[in-house]
């Protein structure tokens, strides 16, 4: 803003070595100056006062994304029995970001819920890898469906 202000009082004060008259040129660049200043949002107010919410927000929503991711990564157990042996479940810090990136297109509601139904469908045993697990996440029906399935069905004779 300042170059245009300079560049517009040497225009101005050429102009007016031309005609003569120096006055018009410095109380045109005055003017020209108050007017830049008062339409001119106020910046050190904006980033004293607003800024600093918007970064406290952001880490607030940071710091619950990351309890969430936590939480969900704690409901996957670290180890399954398969043929009597307990092995791992390949969990790792690499999960976590598989997750974020599941919050982007699933809640965290349908997440725990898949995990959860999937766990208590298997009983613990023969897990798939989490990671396998993640990248081929059931599907909202899937989990539906796995929550129906442990209920009883009417038969047709009740009908």
């Known amino acids: 803003m300042e170059n245009r202000m300079i560049i517009y009082v040497l225009a101005r004060l050429v102009a007016a070595l031309e005609k003569g008259n120096v006055n018009d040129v410095l109380i045109d660049a005055e003017t020209y100056a108050s007017q830049s200043h008062e339409s001119a949002p106020h910046t050190s107010d904006n980033a004293s006062g607003g800024g600093d919410d918007r970064a406290e927000q952001k880490k607030a929503a940071k710091a619950e994304l990351a309890a969430t991711i936590d939480r969900l990564y704690k409901l996957y157990p670290t180890k399954t029995l398969r043929d009597g042996i307990e092995v791992s479940t390949g969990k790792c810090s690499k999960d976590k970001i598989r997750l974020r990136n599941l919050l982007k297109k699933k809640s965290a ?19 798939k890898n989490f990671a396998t697990f993640l990248n081929n996440f059931p599907e909202r029906e899937d ?9 009883p069905m009417p038969s047709y004779q009740d009908v």
């Open 143 to 151: 989990v539906e469906t796995a929550v129906v399935d442990d209920m």
């Open 109 to 127: 509601e349908e997440i725990e819920a898949g995990i959860t139904n999937y766990v208590a469908e298997k009983g613990g045993c023969y897990l």
